[in-house]
T-cell receptor, first 112, second 113 residues
Framework: TQLLEQSPQFLSIQEGENLTVYCNSSSVFSSLQWYRQEPGEGPVLLVTVVTGGEVKKLKRLTFQFGDARKDSSLHITAAQPGDTGLYLCAGGRIQGAQKLVFGQGTRLTINP | DAGITQSPRYKITETGRQVTLMCHQTWSHSYMFWYRQDLGHGLRLIYYSAAADITDKGEVPDGYVVSRSKTENFPLTLESATRSQTSVYFC????????????FGPGTRLTVL
């Protein structure tokens, strides 16, 4: 059972469209990170949100942490081919052997 | 080169053989991590280290051994490789700990035949 569920797992859209990726859990997290991973490379951190209800913007990317700190979303406006990649959310936990838990990822393809 | 490097990038081995994956970082970060990435599972933590000579198990440690005699190196050894250990392995480091930004290496793709 995945502690953090990401949806959709796969998404293929045309350049210029908008999209939202979701990261959901029944557990409360102290923080939530979003990473992007390109083929053949390791993940790279995009943003960290720490406060319930927090919204952060990174150019065309908008990240939101749920009020109850159990979920997060990533919205991309006017998607571009350069946005293609695997998007991973990761939740910070106070307890447990793994204090940063990753979702299974959303594989995003933006078609020109 | 500055950053975090892993070697080899690709490795094919046979069941029962011992394999060591290397990880080196140049930032002197205190924390280092080993993850495996499998389709549908995201990144799962194998072992981590908070400092030189301090290591601890993650959520999937069975069949793996780590050491950290120097801050910059964190090798991962598969004592007797099994087919279920076929995966992509990522090493990461962070300066302040778990919830600080983790910097990932490029990964090692390991195939166990």
């Amino acid at each position: 059972t995945q502690l953090l569920e990401q949806s959709p797992q796969f998404l293929s859209i045309q350049e210029g469209e908008n999209l939202t990726v979701y990261c959901n859990s029944s557990s409360v997290f102290s923080s939530l990170q979003w990473y992007r991973q390109e083929p053949g490379e390791g993940p790279v951190l995009l943003v960290t949100v720490v406060t319930g209800g927090e919204v952060k913007k990174l150019k065309r990317l908008t990240f939101q942490f749920g009020d109850a700190r159990k979920d997060s979303s990533l919205h991309i406006t006017a998607a571009q081919p350069g946005d293609t990649g695997l998007y991973l959310c990761a939740g910070g936990r106070i307890q447990g052997a793994q204090k940063l838990v990753f979702g299974q990822g959303t594989r995003l393809t933006i078609n020109p | 080169d500055a950053g975090i490097t892993q070697s080899p990038r690709y490795k094919i081995t046979e069941t029962g053989r011992q394999v060591t994956l290397m990880c080196h970082q140049t930032w002197s970060h205190s924390y280092m991590f080993w993850y495996r990435q499998d389709l549908g599972h995201g990144l799962r933590l194998i072992y981590y280290s908070a400092a030189a000579d301090i290591t601890d198990k993650g959520e999937v440690p069975d069949g793996y051994v780590v050491s950290r005699s120097k801050t910059e190196n964190f090798p991962l050894t598969l004592e007797s490789a099994t087919r279920s250990q076929t995966s992509v392995y990522f090493c990461a480091s962070s300066e302040l700990g778990w919830l600080d930004e983790q910097f990932f290496g490029p990964g090692t793709r390991l195939t166990v035949l």
